[in-house]
């Protein structure tokens, strides 16, 4: 069976009878490296695997019914020192497949005089993001139509006596004029005139309660509250352009079916929910050491085992089932090893990869390549102060040798070294760039060496600044 090519992709998806459509969920392994490529330097492994395990849900969609409910997620637990992208893989894996995407550190949950969430408030968490996302997708659906409304309600407001364009009617103002003042407004040539609105205005929640790990049901409190006190209606003077707008989101929000919104974001985040589990090694015990701290840390394992086996969490919005939601888990892993997480635990996250180092070469290119990388981002901000800022190739290759040199000699904290030395090379400039606009600036590796050598050689010093 070729599930490569696109026609037949389309037929499984047919099968299925399921709407996964040519969306970002049937994206083949090949596809998601390559997308993560765009952003993450090397740890071929890790993208590899986590693409598998996305391609795996959309396998399982596709399969056929009576098995699908028995395919659980492989979890993966990506194992690498601090700063080589582990975060950044899962981060933009969501992003990628459009799930809903949350982050938590395992850690959190075992400081010591700290009542820390209950590990469900992970999922009630998911389940609040699925429902933004989908309520945005909605209401940027429906935009073009509340524009339309808006527009209608602007006109009314401009045109005492304007009627909602019905044939047939004629009180109120002539066609011509009606039409004239909604042509004017979608020129907006009347941006900048003033009409007065009428506004519902929120009720500030009431405060009730706040007490260790209460802070979901003081939510769930005030926000009932809230919705049966009545809104103050107020009226407000304001530009036609922010009338617009803000009639525009009321009509947006008012078109969304909140009962739609939550059956899609609950199956969005049962079927394609992810979770990034920071810190797993923090939570691991050690043999050997079975009282203090590690009891706590084996309670948060404990927690965490039901929801990643598959559970079913109360959430405000209703009943969400855990079972085929994604988790990946990281952790540096130096003095402890996965194989001293529970069993149970284990045996849920089947799949572990090992995220590299990264070497001086890799700092080249998270320097230049990825869209997002350091030196676009510097550029593309001087060019706001008329400051073209450039590279040469030569620069780039010294500041990979620094920051790799101020790694080893120092703390090791990967790529996020080039952040601290990116803003110390460019600290001058960044203070001048208005005052000797417009300019450009070449950085070369004299520039480079000349604004960090003395920094890099005093290890004492570069704690400190780098
Ligand atoms: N391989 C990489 N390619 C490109 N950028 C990277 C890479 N690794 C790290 N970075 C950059 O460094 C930053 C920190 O990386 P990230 O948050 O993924 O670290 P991490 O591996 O999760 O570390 P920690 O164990 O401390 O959480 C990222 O925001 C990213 O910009
Ligand atoms: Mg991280």
């Not at 009932?224 to 707008?245: D, G």
């Not at 190739?393 to 790799?404: D, G, H, P, S």
């Amino acid at each position: 069976m070729n599930i490569k090519t696109e026609t037949s992709t389309v037929n499984l998806d047919k099968r299925a009878g399921r709407d996964l459509g040519g969306g970002p969920l049937s994206l083949t392994p090949k596809d998601i490296v390559k997308e993560l490529d765009r952003y993450i330097i090397g740890q071929g492994k890790a993208k590899r695997a986590v693409a598998i395990a996305m391609r795996n849900r959309w396998r399982r969609l596709v399969a056929p019914e009576d098995i699908q409910d028995e395919i659980t997620p492989k979890n993966i637990i990506m194992i690498g020192p601090t700063g080589v992208g582990k975060t950044e893989i899962a981060r933009r894996l969501a992003r990628l497949t459009n799930s809903p995407f949350i982050k938590v550190e395992a850690s959190k949950f075992t400081e010591i005089g700290y009542v820390g969430r209950d590990v469900e408030s992970i999922i009630r968490d998911l389940m609040e993001q699925a429902v933004g996302m989908v309520k945005t997708g909605m209401m940027e659906a429906n935009l073009a139509r509340a524009r339309d409304m808006a527009k209608q309600k602007v006109a009314q407001l401009l045109l005492p006596g304007f009627k909602e364009s019905k044939d047939g009617e004629d009180s109120g103002p002539k066609p011509t004029s009606r039409d004239k003042i909604l042509d004017l407004l979608e020129k907006g040539a009347l941006d900048d005139s003033e009409v007065e609105i009428v506004l519902d205005q929120p009720q500030a929640r009431p405060h009730i309660l706040t007490s260790f790990g209460l802070e979901d049901l003081e939510k769930n409190l005030s926000e009932a509250l809230s919705s049966v006190m009545p809104a103050k209606r107020h009226k407000r003077k304001v530009t036609v352009a922010q009338a617009m707008e803000i009639l525009t989101q009321n009509e947006a929000t008012a078109m969304v079916d909140q009962e739609k919104v939550v059956e899609a974001a609950k199956k969005m985040v049962e079927q394609q929910g992810l979770v990034f589990i920071d810190e797993l090694d923090k939570v691991c015990l050690k043999e050997g050491r079975s009282h203090g701290p590690d009891i706590s840390r084996e309670g948060v394992q404990r927690d965490l085992l039901p929801i990643v086996e598959g559970s079913t969490v109360s959430t405000k919005h209703g009943m969400v089932k855990t079972d085929h939601i994604l988790f990946i888990a990281a952790g540096a892993f130096h003095s402890s090893k996965p194989s001293d997480l529970m069993p149970e635990l284990q045996g849920r996250f089947p799949i572990r990869v090992e995220l590299s180092s990264l070497s001086k070469d890799d700092f080249v290119r998270i320097l230049t390549e990825p869209k997002n990388a350091l030196t676009r981002q510097y550029k593309a901000l001087m060019s706001t102060e008329k400051v073209e800022l450039d590279f040469t190739a030569e620069a780039v290759e010294e500041l990979a040798e620094m920051a790799w040199q101020v790694n080893e000699k120092n703390e090791n904290i990967g790529a996020r070294r080039l952040s601290t030395i990116m803003e110390k090379l460019l600290d001058d400039v960044s203070f001048e760039a208005p005052d000797i606009a417009p300019t450009k600036i070449v950085i070369t590796p004299d520039y480079v060496k000349e604004r960090l050598t003395d920094v890099v050689v005093d290890s004492d010093l570069a704690k400190f600044i780098l």
